[in-house]
């Protein structure tokens, strides 16, 4: 923890998950809490709120009013979806289900006011995409299950999961005006892609392949020819 707070003071941004047993660090409640692990955003104490020091913080169980604290501090809440899928089968039996309630709250923390950025947490997860935007669609494993989806209230719309894998990324790393989006000026990196994700079973999106990868206005791996 002490190595944030000048990081931030010399305008790095910092992306971490940093954890404390220490119950209220000045003054700040903690943001999350993981059997009763508290994450606080240093963001809040750093002398220097320009554009390079905003924190990231990878987020998959919040305290009662957790979310809304990260809209208020302006902590982006960094989110890997299939984290939900891979943790479902055991996650009511660690948390317990009164804790549940706040964890995993993808569209509840959306509607709190919260930045999102979408990611993979590779290597812990598989970094394949499609994997990621099926969970966060779904709520369901590769295998289908639960029927239903898991917590199917958290889901989202396809849309805001595409948009938090671009935009959302794009935003957090301070690249929001050149990258995330298809737009004149932006820069033309791309891919293209065999099926059509809002058109698909939303069962099915995991199955998507990509066709060929353009970065800069040019095509720079293409399934055709393995290059």
């Given at each position: 923890?002490?190595?944030?707070?000048?990081?931030?003071?010399?305008?790095f941004q910092c992306s971490?998950?940093?954890?404390?047993?220490?119950?209220?660090?000045?003054?700040?409640?903690?943001?999350?809490?993981?059997?009763?692990?508290?994450?606080?955003?240093?963001?809040?104490?750093?002398?220097?709120?320009?554009?390079?020091?905003?924190?990231?913080?990878?987020?998959?169980?919040?305290?009662?009013?957790?979310?809304?604290?990260?809209?208020?501090?302006?902590?982006?809440?960094?989110?890997?979806?299939?984290?939900?899928?891979?943790?479902?089968?055991?996650?009511?039996?660690?948390?317990?289900?009164?804790?549940?309630?706040?964890?995993?709250?993808?569209?509840?923390?959306?509607?709190?006011?919260?930045?999102?950025?979408?990611?993979?947490?590779?290597?812990?997860?598989?970094?394949?995409?499609?994997?990621?935007?099926?969970?966060?669609?779904?709520?369901?494993?590769?295998?289908?299950?639960?029927?239903?989806?898991?917590?199917?209230?958290?889901?989202?719309?396809?849309?805001?999961?595409?948009?938090?894998?671009?935009?959302?990324?794009?935003?957090?790393?301070?690249?929001?005006?050149?990258?995330?989006?298809?737009?004149?000026?932006?820069?033309?990196?791309?891919?293209?892609?065999?099926?059509?994700?809002f058109a698909v079973p939303?069962?099915?999106?995991?199955?998507?392949?990509?066709?060929?990868?353009?970065?800069?206005?040019?095509?720079?791996?293409?399934?055709?020819?393995?290059?």
């Amino acid at each position: 923890i002490p190595v944030i707070q000048p990081s931030q003071t010399a305008c790095f941004q910092c992306s971490s998950n940093i954890l404390s047993t220490v119950p209220r660090v000045d003054g700040l409640t903690p943001v999350m809490v993981h059997d009763g692990v508290a994450l606080y955003p240093w963001a809040t104490v750093s002398p220097m709120m320009t554009w390079m020091s905003q924190f990231q913080a990878d987020i998959r169980l919040a305290t009662p009013g957790g979310f809304e604290r990260f809209a208020t501090l302006g902590v982006i809440a960094s989110v890997q979806p299939t984290h939900a899928t891979s943790d479902k089968n055991m996650a009511g039996d660690r948390l317990g289900e009164a804790r549940l309630a706040g964890a995993y709250a993808w569209q509840s923390l959306l509607d709190s006011g919260a930045r999102v950025a979408f990611g993979s947490d590779f290597p812990v997860e598989d970094p394949n995409p499609f994997f990621g935007l099926h969970a966060a669609v779904t709520r369901q494993d590769r295998e289908g299950e639960p029927p239903g989806g898991w917590r199917p209230a958290e889901k989202l719309d396809r849309a805001t999961a595409l948009s938090l894998f671009t935009e959302g990324a794009a935003w957090a790393m301070h690249a929001e005006a050149r990258l995330g989006r298809l737009l004149p000026g932006y820069a033309a990196d791309f891919i293209l892609v065999r099926d059509d994700p809002f058109a698909v079973p939303a069962g099915d999106l995991w199955r998507n392949a990509v066709l060929a990868t353009w970065m800069d206005g040019r095509e720079v791996w293409s399934a055709n020819s393995g290059e």
